[in-house]
């Protein structure tokens, strides 16, 4: 099999639980993968959208209770819901840079577990120069829009596929494997297993 490619997007719950699984999966069976970011949601407003914290706990609650040790989830959801066009777009000169592992963990982790609104270009700034990215560089990169192609691009290959649903698994232009939306880690584990 050719190198796995992943579809998703740094706001969607189910990628940060999706990826949990799968680095859990790596001790046991590796697989090479690209992460690939698809933009879940490009109509909210660049600064995201105010979201009621209370609409969220139960979606959180039960996130939790399917991720176990895999991955931690703030206590309190986030007020908000963030736009991730910038910090996509900050991904993509991370990648550049050979530190694409680390900024999806550390943006994964800012959003679900620090309640940081990864949508401003001061945060990335912020957050990327925590992982050694030249903060002067970065903010450069993403205020010039410097890989919007990339991102179309990938949207483009998404709906090619005829993706639906976030993380996708993909390999060799077909989808293996998708979502992690009501799967516990014993679940996925079978399914990786199966597939992989």
Same mark, same amino acid.
């Given at each position: 099999m050719s190198k796995v490619i992943?579809?998703?997007? /740094?706001?969607?719950?189910?990628?940060?639980? $999706? @990826?949990?699984?799968? /680095?859990?999966? !790596?001790?046991e069976r590796p697989v090479e993968s690209e992460w690939i970011p698809w933009e879940l949601n490009p109509d909210?407003?660049?600064e995201g959208s105010p979201v009621a914290?209370?609409? !969220?706990?139960? @979606?959180?609650?039960?996130? @939790?209770?399917? *991720?176990g040790a895999c991955?931690?989830? =703030?206590?309190?959801?986030?007020?908000?819901?963030? =736009?991730?066009?910038?910090?996509?777009l900050g991904l993509e000169f991370a990648r550049t840079q050979g530190k694409t592992e680390d900024y999806i963990e550390r943006f994964f982790a800012a959003y679900y577990r620090e309640r940081v609104n990864i949508s401003t270009i001061d945060e990335v700034t912020r957050l990327g120069a925590e992982l050694g990215l030249d903060a002067k560089a970065l903010r450069a990169?993403?205020?010039? @829009?410097?890989?919007?192609?990339?991102?179309?691009?990938?949207?483009? *290959?998404?709906?090619?596929?005829?993706?639906?649903?976030?993380?996708?698994?993909? *390999?060799?232009?077909?989808?293996?494997?998708? $979502? =992690?939306?009501?799967?516990?880690?014993?679940?996925?584990?079978? !399914?990786?297993?199966?597939v992989f």
């Open positions: 992943v579809y998703f997007d /740094l706001i969607c719950p189910y990628c940060y639980l $999706g @990826r949990g699984f799968w /680095l859990e999966m !790596q001790k909210l407003p660049p914290p209370e609409r !969220q706990k139960a @979606r959180i609650d039960k996130l @939790r209770e399917l *991720a991955r931690a989830f =703030s206590d309190e959801p986030n007020a908000f819901s963030a =736009s991730s066009r910038n910090a996509l990169s993403v205020e010039s @829009r410097e890989y919007e192609d990339t991102l179309a691009r990938n949207d483009r *290959a998404a709906e090619a596929m005829g993706l639906e649903v976030m993380p996708s698994y993909t *390999a060799d232009g077909r989808l293996l494997m998708a $979502g =992690s939306v009501r799967m516990d880690f014993n679940e996925f584990r079978a !399914q990786y297993l199966t």
